[in-house]
Every structure is written in structure tokens, then in C-alpha cells.
Nanobody
């Protein structure tokens, strides 16, 4: 089992920034692709981006490309999501997820077996 705990969410004004963290515990962190998803009220959970276990391969949804950045520190079993130039439409609960899968554009929630409980990001003036 892998346990994931997200933190760093909050209320931010449009144009602001946040950094989300996801700390993993349990099984070894290495070897797992990490994904970030988000879910707004009344909408399906959508992929924000993902990073391979080595950090050498990343993917970002078009809606966040150039604004969000995913990094990971395997020594700390932590993955980060830096959110810049935030927009009201970025408001959602953000979840991190883990599994042994390949980073690709077609990733869906079903590709990940391990999930955190999420952290709320609200972008509003």
C-alpha cells in the first residue's frame, strides 16, 4: 500500500501562485509514476499532469501547460505541483495519485490505484 497526503491548498487571488505537496509513505516511492488530478463541483476528475519516477518525463494538460509545473524529490518521497498565474477556472480539489504506469496523454483516474484525499484550491478575488 502507498499512502498519499496532499497539502498546500488555499484561497488565492487570480494571477497568484500556490505550491501543492504530496507526501508518500508505505511502499517505496521509487518506481511509481505520480499524477495530479483535479475535480471541480459537478465535473469529472481530470488529469492535470504527471511525472515519471525518474522525473525525466512529464505531461501537462493543455489547460495548465506553461502555468503549472510538477517536480518530485524521491529522497523525501514527495511530489510537488507549482501553480502559477492561477485563474478562477483552476478552482477545484486537487488530488495526487500514484501507480506503476507510463506517463502519457491518455492517462485517466483508472490508471492509478493509490490516491490522496485532496486539497482545495480556490481562485477568487
Amino acid at each position: 500500500q502507498v499512502q498519499l497526503v496532499e497539502s498546500g491548498g488555499g484561497l488565492v487571488q487570480p494571477g497568484g501562485s500556490l505550491r501543492l505537496s504530496c507526501v508518500a509513505s508505505g511502499r517505496t516511492f521509487s518506481g511509481y509514476t505520480m499524477g495530479w488530478f483535479r475535480q471541480a463541483p459537478g465535473k469529472e476528475r481530470e488529469l492535470v499532469g504527471a511525472i515519471s519516477w525518474s522525473g525525466g518525463r512529464t505531461y501537462y494538460a493543455d489547460s495548465v501547460k506553461g502555468r503549472f509545473t510538477i517536480t518530485r524529490d524521491n529522497a523525501r518521497s514527495t511530489v510537488y505541483l507549482q501553480l502559477n498565474s492561477l485563474k478562477p477556472q483552476d478552482t477545484a480539489v486537487y488530488y495526487c495519485a500514484a501507480d506503476r504506469t507510463n506517463v502519457r496523454a491518455t492517462m485517466t483516474p483508472s490508471d492509478f490505484n493509490y490516491w490522496g484525499r485532496g486539497t482545495q484550491v480556490t481562485v477568487s478575488s
